[in-house]
C-alpha cells in the first residue's frame, strides 16, 4: 500500500485516473465527488451538483472533460480543472426534482463510459435502457435495450461498448462512429497538455477559448 486518500464518510463506489495520472477521481454515496492531486495525494475539489448517490465516473480521453453518473437520474459532464457543470444528461422527463431525485426513482444511472474519440458517453440506467450521447446534443443520439445493466466500457478504438449485468452476461454494442472534426483533433490535442486555467489566458478569440473549454 503507498497512501489512502480520506475524505469519504461513506461508501466509494467507483475511482478513475486523468489520462495523464496527475488527478483522481472517486465518488460515492452522499452525493460525493471528490478530485485528488496525485503528486501530493491531497484533496483539489469537492464537485457539487448531484442530489443522491454518485457510483461512476470516467475522464474524457484529453482529461479535459470529467463524467459522473448518479442515482439522481444524471449524468452530468464537469470541467475538473474548474469545477463547472458544462452538460447535463437527464434520464428521466421532465427532470425530477430534488428531493424525487434523491429517493427511489426508477431511473437509477448505474454507470458511464467516455467513448476514445472523446465525442461519445455512454450510460446505464434501471429504465432497462443503454444510450448513448455526444458531448454537444442534449438528447441521447442511439438507445438500445439492455436489462439489469450494472457496467459499461468502451474498446480502445470506440467500435464496441461491452455492458456487465446482474444476470451475469456481457452484452456487446457496435457503437455509433463518426469521423472527428479537424477542430474537435486540434481541441483534443491542445487539451491534452493545456488545464483549463491556461487555455482562458490565451490572445486569441473568445469564441476559440469558449471552443477549447467545451462551452460551445
Not at 444511472?109 to 455526444?134: I, P
Not at 439492455?146 to 452476461?169: E, I, K, P, Y
Request: include cysteine; proline fraction near 6%; glycine fraction near 6%.
Amino acid at each position: 500500500m503507498m497512501k489512502v486518500l480520506r475524505g469519504h464518510q461513506n461508501w466509494v463506489y467507483s475511482c478513475a485516473f486523468s489520462p495523464d495520472s496527475s488527478m483522481l477521481c472517486s465518488v460515492g454515496a452522499s452525493k460525493a465527488v471528490f478530485l485528488w492531486n496525485m503528486d501530493k495525494y491531497t484533496m483539489i475539489r469537492k464537485l457539487e451538483g448531484h442530489h443522491h448517490d454518485v457510483v461512476a465516473c470516467d475522464f474524457s480521453p484529453d482529461g479535459a472533460l470529467l463524467a459522473t453518473a448518479s442515482y439522481d437520474t444524471r449524468v452530468y459532464i464537469w470541467d475538473p480543472h474548474t469545477g463547472g457543470i458544462l452538460m447535463e444528461f437527464g434520464h428521466l422527463f421532465p427532470p425530477p426534482t430534488p428531493i424525487f431525485a434523491g429517493g427511489a426513482n426508477d431511473r437509477w444511472v448505474r454507470s458511464v463510459s467516455f467513448s476514445h474519440d472523446g465525442l461519445h458517453v455512454a450510460s446505464l440506467a434501471d429504465d432497462k435502457m443503454v444510450r448513448f450521447w455526444r458531448i454537444d446534443e442534449d438528447y441521447p443520439v442511439q438507445v438500445a435495450p439492455l436489462s439489469n445493466g450494472l457496467c459499461c466500457a468502451f474498446s480502445t478504438d470506440g467500435s464496441v461498448l461491452a455492458a456487465g449485468t446482474h444476470d451475469g452476461s456481457v452484452y456487446f454494442w457496435a457503437t455509433p462512429r463518426q469521423v472527428p472534426s479537424l477542430q474537435h483533433l486540434c481541441r483534443m490535442s491542445i487539451r491534452r497538455v493545456m488545464p483549463t486555467q491556461e487555455v482562458q489566458e490565451l490572445p486569441i478569440p473568445s469564441k476559440v477559448v469558449e471552443f477549447l473549454s467545451y462551452r460551445i
